[in-house]
C-alpha cells in the first residue's frame, strides 16, 4: 500500500471517531427543544388543572380574558386554575406556543450553526479561487516552480483558501510529496471547483509545459463558471422573494378569516333542526391556525432554498425566519 493511501485509510478511521458538527448541532438543537416543550409542560401544569367531569363548561381564559366553553375528552377537561406561572398571562403564551418554539430551536441551531456558515465559506472559496489561480499563474512567469509559488500564493489573503494554502505550504516544507499534499488540500476545500483546479494543478504538474497559459485558462474557465453561478441566482432572487412575499399574504387571509368568521363562529350557538348546538370552542382555532402558519412557514421555506441556492439544507433558515414571523403573527393578531 502507498504512503497517500495509507494516509487517507487513516484519515478515514479518524474520521469514524469524530463527531460531524451536523450531528453535534442536531443533537444540541434535540435537546434543546425537548427541554422548550417539557418547560411549556411545566407551565401548562401550573395555568390548568385537570377536572373529572363529562359535561362542558364556561371557563374564563387566564391569557385572553374571555369566556370559552370547555369540552371534557376521555371524561377530563382542562380548567385554569388563574396562577400566574413562569410566563405572565398578559403575554399569551401558552403550550402551543412553546411547541412552534422548539420548533425555531430544532430547526434554527443546525441551519444557522452548520448549513448556512458552511455555504458561505464555500462560497468565499470559490469567489477567490479565480484570485489564487492568477497569482500561481503571475508567480509561473517569473519563473517560479510550482510548489515555490504556491508557497507565495499562502502569504496572501484569500479568504477561507488561506488557511488550507498554509496548511499545503506547511507540508510541503516538512517534505511531505507534493502530490500528497495536494490531494489532501482537495479533500479539505471541498468545493466541486476548487476540487477540480487541484486536479489540473496536479495534471499540470505531472505532465510539465507551459503552466502560465494553463493556469491562465483555468482561471478564465473557473470564472466564466462563477458569472454563469452569478447570473442565475440573480435570474431566481425574485422567485425567492415571491415565496416570502405569498407567506406574508398568506399571514393577511389567515388573520382576516379568523377575525371575520371563525372567530364569531367559536363564540356564537348554533342552531340546526331547532336544536341549539354548542359551538367549538374559540382557542381550538387558535391553536389550529398557528400549526397551519408553522407549517406553511416551515415549507415555504425549504421551497424557498431550493429554489434560491439548489439545496433544502440553506432553506432551513429561510424556515427558521418564516417559523419566528408565524409565532409573532399569531400572538400578536390571532391570541390577542
Same mark, same amino acid.
Given at each position: 500500500?502507498?504512503?497517500?493511501?495509507?494516509? *487517507?485509510?487513516?484519515?478515514?478511521?479518524?474520521?469514524?471517531?469524530?463527531?460531524?458538527?451536523?450531528?453535534?448541532?442536531? +443533537?444540541?438543537?434535540?435537546?434543546?427543544?425537548?427541554?422548550?416543550?417539557?418547560?411549556?409542560?411545566?407551565?401548562?401544569?401550573?395555568?390548568? =388543572?385537570?377536572?373529572?367531569? $363529562?359535561?362542558?363548561? #364556561?371557563?374564563?381564559?387566564?391569557?385572553? &380574558?374571555?369566556?370559552?366553553?370547555?369540552?371534557?375528552? %376521555?371524561?377530563?377537561?382542562?380548567?385554569?386554575? @388563574?396562577?400566574?406561572?413562569?410566563?405572565?398571562?398578559? !403575554?399569551?403564551?401558552?403550550?402551543?406556543? %412553546?411547541?412552534?418554539?422548539?420548533?425555531?430551536?430544532?430547526? &434554527?441551531? /443546525?441551519?444557522?450553526?452548520?448549513?448556512?456558515?458552511?455555504?458561505?465559506?464555500?462560497?468565499?472559496?470559490?469567489?477567490?479561487?479565480?484570485?489564487?489561480?492568477?497569482?500561481?499563474?503571475?508567480?509561473? =512567469?517569473? &519563473?517560479?516552480?510550482?510548489?515555490?509559488?504556491?508557497?507565495?500564493?499562502?502569504? =496572501?489573503?484569500?479568504?477561507? !483558501?488561506?488557511?488550507?494554502?498554509?496548511? !499545503?505550504?506547511?507540508?510541503?516544507?516538512?517534505? #511531505?510529496?507534493?502530490?500528497?499534499?495536494?490531494? +489532501?488540500?482537495?479533500?479539505?476545500?471541498?468545493? /466541486?471547483?476548487?476540487?477540480?483546479? $487541484?486536479?489540473?494543478?496536479? *495534471?499540470?504538474?505531472?505532465?510539465?509545459?507551459?503552466?502560465?497559459?494553463?493556469?491562465?485558462?483555468?482561471? =478564465?474557465?473557473?470564472?466564466?463558471?462563477?458569472?454563469?453561478?452569478?447570473?442565475?441566482?440573480?435570474?431566481?432572487?425574485?422567485?425567492?422573494?415571491?415565496?416570502?412575499?405569498?407567506? %406574508?399574504?398568506? #399571514?393577511?387571509?389567515?388573520?382576516?378569516?379568523?377575525?371575520?368568521?371563525?372567530?364569531?363562529?367559536?363564540?356564537?350557538?348554533?342552531?340546526?333542526?331547532?336544536?341549539?348546538?354548542?359551538?367549538?370552542?374559540?382557542?381550538?382555532?387558535?391553536?389550529?391556525?398557528?400549526?397551519?402558519?408553522? $407549517?406553511?412557514?416551515?415549507?415555504?421555506?425549504?421551497?424557498?432554498?431550493?429554489?434560491?441556492?439548489?439545496?433544502?439544507?440553506? @432553506? !432551513? &433558515?429561510?424556515? $427558521?425566519?418564516?417559523?419566528?414571523?408565524?409565532?409573532?403573527?399569531?400572538?400578536?393578531?390571532?391570541?390577542?
Amino acid at each position: 500500500m502507498s504512503t497517500l493511501e495509507e494516509k *487517507e485509510m487513516e484519515k478515514l478511521r479518524l474520521r469514524k471517531k469524530e463527531a460531524s458538527p451536523a450531528f453535534i448541532y442536531w +443533537s444540541v438543537s434535540t435537546l434543546l427543544s425537548i427541554i422548550t416543550i417539557a418547560f411549556g409542560f411545566i407551565e401548562y401544569q401550573n395555568d390548568y =388543572r385537570l377536572v373529572n367531569t $363529562t359535561s362542558p363548561r #364556561i371557563v374564563t381564559n387566564p391569557r385572553t &380574558g374571555q369566556e370559552e366553553i370547555v369540552f371534557p375528552v %376521555f371524561g377530563f377537561l382542562s380548567e385554569p386554575t @388563574g396562577n400566574q406561572g413562569f410566563i405572565p398571562n398578559t !403575554l399569551k403564551f401558552n403550550i402551543h406556543h %412553546f411547541i412552534v418554539l422548539a420548533l425555531v430551536i430544532f430547526v &434554527g441551531i /443546525p441551519a444557522f450553526g452548520v448549513y448556512l456558515r458552511e455555504a458561505r465559506r464555500l462560497k468565499a472559496i470559490d469567489d477567490n479561487l479565480p484570485f489564487l489561480l492568477r497569482e500561481i499563474a503571475d508567480s509561473q =512567469r517569473i &519563473g517560479m516552480h510550482l510548489p515555490r509559488a504556491i508557497l507565495e500564493a499562502s502569504k =496572501r489573503n484569500y479568504g477561507p !483558501l488561506t488557511p488550507e494554502l498554509k496548511k !499545503l505550504a506547511a507540508k510541503v516544507s516538512w517534505g #511531505i510529496p507534493f502530490r500528497d499534499a495536494m490531494h +489532501s488540500f482537495k479533500e479539505n476545500v471541498k468545493t /466541486p471547483l476548487a476540487k477540480q483546479a $487541484t486536479i489540473l494543478i496536479l *495534471e499540470a504538474e505531472r505532465s510539465g509545459g507551459n503552466l502560465e497559459e494553463i493556469f491562465d485558462a483555468a482561471q =478564465r474557465h473557473v470564472q466564466e463558471i462563477l458569472d454563469i453561478k452569478r447570473e442565475r441566482e440573480a435570474q431566481i432572487r425574485p422567485y425567492v422573494y415571491i415565496v416570502f412575499a405569498s407567506y %406574508f399574504i398568506f #399571514i393577511v387571509v389567515i388573520w382576516v378569516l379568523f377575525a371575520t368568521f371563525f372567530e364569531q363562529f367559536g363564540t356564537q350557538a348554533i342552531v340546526v333542526n331547532n336544536t341549539e348546538v354548542v359551538p367549538i370552542p374559540i382557542h381550538a382555532f387558535r391553536n389550529l391556525f398557528l400549526y397551519v402558519l408553522a $407549517t406553511q412557514a416551515l415549507f415555504s421555506g425549504m421551497t424557498a432554498g431550493k429554489m434560491g441556492s439548489g439545496t433544502i439544507k440553506i @432553506g !432551513l &433558515g429561510h424556515s $427558521t425566519f418564516l417559523l419566528i414571523v408565524a409565532l409573532l403573527a399569531h400572538l400578536f393578531l390571532i391570541a390577542k
